[in-house]
């Protein structure tokens, strides 16, 4: 009898060391699953999109995070973008207060699905260069559940200077700076509830007038910053770039506390990817003096003559050409004020 439970007790003592064994391997296998790229080459040219699908190997009952940020190249991280879905850009960007590392964006995968497609965007800017060659880097973040094979977590992506037929114009005022992270960041003021506030909330515009300065083709009252165009198909002649402080008025609270701000406002003008001039009018605008609407006379300043033939354009700086004499600005701003109000 004392054998037989002997026996009993070595036949349990060998289920649990073989079980014990089993756990050990199990827990020292890796379970994170396997992510792959449908590409790991693209060339766009600047204003183009293209697409990337990542594929998971087996559905997660949690999502997924994952992350692109550029590794190294010839360009910069703000050459492109990531955007897909409701997300834009400036949605899934990181953060320094994700704890994701570098800067780039949040790509994740929906949990009990398989696939992602996002759009990798090639964006416009006014700089005449030449190709630019950047690699992308793909890597785990965030729960870090999922891996890519290794040799297989990049992206060289190439994006070709595009030549614009169009004449284009921004005016900025938030004063964009970037963080120690690459955040790009609004300059802020204390208002009087003692809360930071941003540039944009104060009405500038941005309008492209005839040669007369008698009608508006081109305006933008809305965004910040403001964008207008004098298209390929537009009529060919001359055209005055004209920047304004509209408005200082905005919400009770955000009425800054120390009484001023000087604007850094800054137009920028030319023909993408050919040439461009950046006119700096910081200073020109104040808080104090108010907007054309506060009564100040000099709420308007044109500061260029764009004159276009076909798709060429001369760009003119405004008072060295002398078309204003003292005289005839102030009936010149009451022209534009009459204009201004019909157009609001």
Request: charged share 20%.
């Amino acid at each position: 009898m004392k054998k037989i439970l002997n026996y009993n007790l070595f036949a349990v003592a060998a289920l649990v060391l073989l079980s014990s064994c089993n756990d050990d391997t199990t827990f020292t296998k890796s379970n994170k699953t396997t992510v792959k790229a449908s590409i790991s080459s693209l060339t766009l040219v600047e204003g183009a999109t293209g697409q990337v699908t990542l594929t998971l190997d087996e559905p997660q009952n949690v999502a997924t995070d994952l992350k692109i940020e550029l590794l190294s190249g010839t360009g910069a991280f703000r050459d492109f973008s990531v955007s897909y879905g409701l997300n834009d850009p400036i949605d899934i960007e990181t953060t320094v207060d994700d704890g994701w590392g570098l800067i780039g964006y949040k790509l994740v995968i929906p949990a009990y699905t398989t696939s992602l497609t996002f759009d990798i965007n090639a964006l416009e800017d006014f700089n005449a260069e030449a190709s630019e060659s950047l690699v992308l880097k793909l890597s785990s973040a965030g729960n870090s559940i999922a891996l890519f094979p290794e040799g297989e977590d990049k992206i060289n992506l190439t994006i070709n200077n595009k030549v614009s037929t169009n004449f284009d114009v921004e005016m900025a005022w938030a004063g964009n700076f970037p963080s120690p992270h690459g955040t790009v960041l609004d300059t802020e003021y204390v208002g009087v509830d003692n809360l930071k506030h941003g540039y944009c909330s104060f009405d500038f515009d941005l309008e492209i007038y005839d040669a007369s300065i008698s009608n508006v083709l081109e305006f933008d009252y809305d965004n910040c910053p403001a964008v207008a165009t004098i298209s390929a198909s537009a009529p060919n002649g001359d055209y005055v770039i004209m920047p304004s402080f509209y408005s200082r008025t905005v919400a009770a609270g955000s009425v800054p506390k120390s009484g001023e701000i000087i604007f850094p406002v800054k137009v920028t003008m030319g023909k993408k990817g050919s040439f461009a001039h950046t006119t700096d009018m910081t200073g020109k605008f104040k808080y104090s003096t108010g907007g054309v609407a506060q009564g100040n006379p000099n709420g308007y300043v044109p500061i260029a003559i764009v004159t276009k033939t076909g798709t060429n354009y001369v760009l003119k700086d405004f008072n060295t050409a002398a078309v204003l004499g003292s005289g005839r600005y102030a009936s010149l701003i009451e022209k534009i004020k009459k204009i201004k109000r019909s157009k609001k």
